[in-house]
């Protein structure tokens, strides 16, 4: 584990040390890419050589990215290439702290479970994808560590809850801080366990494969913090489902901001957890304990003492571009929309129209519908920000030959230049807490796993992690798989 340790420490240091020079171009807004000339913080030899670029080749920089380490591509000039394998150098992948669920299953022992029955009547194809990945996983290492009772964190509806019990006979508590129609919810689950019996018979499971058609899901609204005691809970379950439980897996599909991180030092806190699963998303949300921004109670990052000694801060806008999915945008060879541009140039003309109000009050929001013009884009945002705002034509064809070609193709490729840095904010954030779980005795082993394909999920990555069992807690335990119990390290 020392070992470990010092690898994850390690790639911490380069990523943050090479992260931070960047910090002030991640956290950029593309709403001010023309009030606050955005376009200049970069080097000039980059904006040379990004201009020299046609159209496709800019929206071709994400795929020619994820490619860089088998082919330099000869359109790229020399400044540029070297930023983007700078970038690459410190991805996850190329700071060696990726593993897969292949080498975890080899490492620890554990046998690979598979469920006899997959449906998507009540999810999309993404829900759909997340959800058969993540339920086989988690009950391979429910089963390993002997736990029959989950608790799925941040459970919302409870696909993946419900999944786990029918097909792997598992008890889960769900745990959500959203309130719950207890009647709607009854009707979910009688819908489940009516589709699943239906899916059986298709399956043509004989008699001698009996399959337990129950739901044993329990669903909770509480709002969670590091320092919970969950031993009520499970007293709780144990009365709700008539069975014995003394310890528990805590788990999480797409834990939103401090969630994700609070599930971290919950499973750390609590000596009844086995092993944690949990994918966290929506970074823009999580409270950061050196941003001076944040005023969250309990702010999720840092948690690595090394990044705390740094008094290291990312700042909301780079969290925000966190989110954006690298690997859709090169697979789709996806172009910005125009909305992007027409955000940043009425920018421009609220300010110049409007210059004894504060820019932080020119809050938009996302357009519901696309719009054919940006005279049509003018009329919905002034009309929604209820601002006495009228353009003549001339006018607007004045805004948009100042803003012309140039300053928009400037625009668009800075977006797909960030685009690259962007995930490397996602990393660091999901270093620190591997390196946070690498800190702790009671931990025996942690890996950061891609669990999904980031095009049809972008928020691929799953922290996984065990504690250690003694012997003692060994015998406290009356359940019948303990037999089957391994040592975790």
């Known amino acids: 584990m020392e070992t470990r340790h010092i690898t994850i ?3 911490l240091e380069k990523l943050s040390s090479f992260l931070e020079s960047f910090l002030p171009i991640l956290n950029t807004h593309m709403v001010h890419f023309y009030t606050e000339e955005i376009w200049g913080k970069l080097k000039s030899e ?4 990004l201009m020299a670029m046609n159209d496709t080749e800019i929206t071709e920089l994400p795929n020619d990215y994820l490619n860089i380490s088998v082919s330099k591509p000869s359109h790229i000039s020399p400044s540029l290439l070297q930023l983007m394998e700078d970038i690459f150098k410190h991805n996850l992948e190329s700071l060696n702290v990726l593993d897969d669920l292949p080498s975890v299953w080899k490492q620890l022992d554990i046998k690979p479970l598979s469920s006899p029955i997959h449906f998507d009547k009540f ?6 994808h997340e959800v058969g990945a993540l339920c086989d996983t988690v009950a391979s290492f429910a089963n390993y560590t002997a736990s029959k009772l989950i608790v799925d964190l941040g459970c919302g509806k409870g696909a993946l809850a419900s999944m786990l019990s029918l097909n792997h006979g598992l008890y889960v508590s769900g745990i959500d801080a959203a309130g719950f129609n207890a009647h709607v919810e009854a009707g979910r689950q009688s819908m489940l366990q ?6 059986v018979k298709k399956a043509r499971l004989t008699d001698e494969e009996e399959v337990d058609l129950s739901v044993r899901f329990r669903r909770s609204t509480l709002y969670l913090s590091n320092n919970f005691d969950i031993r009520p809970l499970i007293e709780e379950c144990s009365e709700h489902f008539q069975q014995s439980f003394r310890h528990v897996g805590l788990i999480g599909l ?3 901001g401090n969630l994700a991180s609070t599930s971290v030092q919950l499973f750390v806190n ?10 966290g998303c929506c970074y823009h949300l999580l409270d950061e304990i050196f941003d001076k921004n944040s005023n969250g109670q309990e702010p999720g990052f840092p948690l690595s003492s090394y990044l705390k000694s740094k008094s290291f801060a990312l700042g909301r806008n780079a969290r925000m571009v966190s989110s954006q999915p690298l690997e859709r945008y090169a697979t789709n060879k996806q172009v910005q929309p125009e909305v992007l541009f027409y955000r940043s140039l009425l920018q421009v003309i609220l300010e110049e129209k409007f210059p004894s109000t504060p820019p932080v009050e020119f809050q938009v929001g996302r357009l519901r519908k696309p719009v054919g013009s940006f005279r049509e884009y003018l009329q919905w945002a002034t009309k929604k920000l209820k601002l006495n705002l009228v353009l003549t034509d001339d006018e607007i064809e004045a805004y948009l030959t100042r803003f012309g070609d140039d300053k928009r193709r400037n625009l668009y490729a800075f977006f797909q230049l960030r685009l690259l840095l962007a995930s490397l904010v996602e990393h660091i954030i999901l270093l620190d807490r591997l390196a946070f779980l690498t800190e702790q005795e009671v931990v025996s082993h942690s890996f950061l796993v891609r669990i999904f ?7 691929c990555y799953a922290l996984i992690a065990f504690k250690h069992v003694s012997e003692n807690a060994l015998k406290l335990c009356n359940e019948p798989e303990i037999e089957e119990i391994k040592l975790l390290g």
């Open 270 to 279: 609590s000596p009844e957890s086995r092993f944690l699963c949990n994918v």
């Open 453 to 459: 394909s980031p095009v049809t999920s972008p928020r």
């Open 46 to 49: 980059l904006q040379t050589e």
């Open 123 to 128: 999810m999309t194809v993404k829900k759909c």
């Open 9 to 11: 420490q390690s790639a």
């Open 194 to 199: 009516k589709t699943f019996k239906s899916h």
């Open 254 to 256: 797409h834990t939103c």
